[in-house]
C-alpha cells in the first residue's frame, strides 16, 4: 500500500495566497501574532492557537480610490471564510497604494 500524503495549507498561507491573488499585491508582509494571545481566556477551549491573531501590512493597487476603511472592510470580506473557521483577529497596521509608498 502506498501512502499519500498531501500538504495541508495553513492559515497564514491561505490568507497570503487569498489576498495576494484577489488584491494584486505589490506586497504583502503578514505577522503571526499568535503565540501573545494563547493564554487569554478567549482562547481556552480553542483546539488551536497557533494560527488566530496575525497583523497585516500590504500595498495593493486595488486600493485606489478608496478609504482606509473601505480597505480595511474588502480585506475582511475577503477573508470571511477564515474568520468562520477560527481567525480571531487580523490587525491591518498598513494598506496602501503603490504611490502612497513611494
Known amino acids: 500500500m502506498i501512502r499519500r500524503f498531501f500538504h495541508t495549507m495553513g492559515r497564514q498561507d491561505r490568507i497570503y495566497k487569498t489576498l495576494s491573488?484577489?488584491?494584486k499585491t505589490d506586497k504583502i508582509t503578514l505577522y503571526n501574532d499568535s503565540y501573545k494571545h494563547s493564554h487569554h481566556?478567549?482562547?481556552k477551549g480553542v483546539p488551536d492557537t497557533n494560527e488566530t491573531h496575525f497583523r497585516l501590512e500590504i500595498v495593493s493597487p486595488e486600493f485606489s480610490g478608496?478609504?482606509?476603511v473601505a480597505r480595511h472592510r474588502l480585506v475582511y470580506g475577503l477573508l470571511k471564510d477564515e474568520f468562520?473557521?477560527?481567525l480571531h483577529a487580523?490587525?491591518?497596521t498598513s494598506s496602501k497604494t503603490p504611490d502612497e509608498v513611494s
Open 66 to 68: 478608496m478609504s482606509r
Open 21 to 23: 491573488e484577489a488584491l
Open 41 to 43: 481566556i478567549a482562547m
Open 84 to 86: 468562520d473557521g477560527g
Open 90 to 92: 487580523l490587525q491591518i
